[in-house]
Structure formats: C-alpha cells, structure tokens
Nanobody, 123 residues
Framework: QLQLVESGGGLVQAGDSLRLSCAASERTFSSYAVGWFRQAPGKEREFVGAINWSGTNTDYVPSVKGRFIISRDNAKNTVYLQMNSLKPEDTAVYYC????????????????WGQGTLVTVSS
C-alpha cells in the first residue's frame, strides 16, 4: 500500500527558507496529484497548495503564493515544498496527501496522508 513520509521540518528564523519533502513508497505515486496541508496549534488543517501528476500545474493558497513553490520528481517518487521568506504564522505541522486523481480540485477526494513534519518559525 502506498505510504507517504514527510521530512525537512525544523526550527528556523523569520525570513529563512526550508524545503520539505514528501517521499512515496511506490511508483504509483507519480500518477496522483499531491497536496500540501498544514495545521497550526489550535487551528484546523488548511490547504497550502497542490501539484498535478506531471508537475505542469500548481495552485497555492493566497497567504503563501509567491513565497512557496511545489515541485515534484516522479523518478524519485518525491514531491517538494520549497518555503521561502518564512513567517511566524507559517508555524505548523505540514502534511502531504495524494488526491484520488491525476488532477486536483476542491472536490477531489484525498486518499493517502503522511504523518506530518513540524515547521517552527521564530520571530
């Protein structure tokens, strides 16, 4: 069964950059669109961005647009979240998840989730 493992989280200062990775256990991963989500302490989990199966289309929540970049390397079964100009409000546990489709939309079900990686941004 497909499994996802996030890595790359840590403690950084405001303005720093960090790259998260979402590594998959199977090559079927390359067929799915992938989303990044985050959950800050005391808040609900929110959508951060998504990438389609081929990497040709991405989408971001307005609060990270222009600062975060999602990419993927299907040969390595990995999706990345490059986070630049980090702010304290970016502090959260970050999760990746596969959509049940090669393309994403707000109505596309999510089927596989990783365990999350913690990002803490100090001011």
């Amino acid at each position: 069964q497909l499994q996802l493992v996030e890595s790359g989280g840590g403690l950084v200062q405001a303005g720093d950059s960090l790259r998260l990775s979402c590594a998959a256990s199977e090559r079927t991963f390359s067929s799915y669109a992938v989303g990044w989500f985050r959950q800050a302490p005391g808040k609900e989990r929110e959508f951060v961005g998504a990438i389609n199966w081929s990497g040709t289309n991405t989408d971001y929540v307005p609060s990270v647009k222009g600062r975060f970049i999602i990419s993927r390397d299907n040969a390595k079964n990995t999706v990345y979240l490059q986070m630049n100009s980090l702010k304290p409000e970016d502090t959260a546990v970050y999760y990746c998840a596969t959509f049940a489709s090669s393309y994403y939309s707000s109505s596309t079900p999510l089927n596989i989730w990783g365990q999350g990686t913690l990002v803490t941004v100090s001011s």
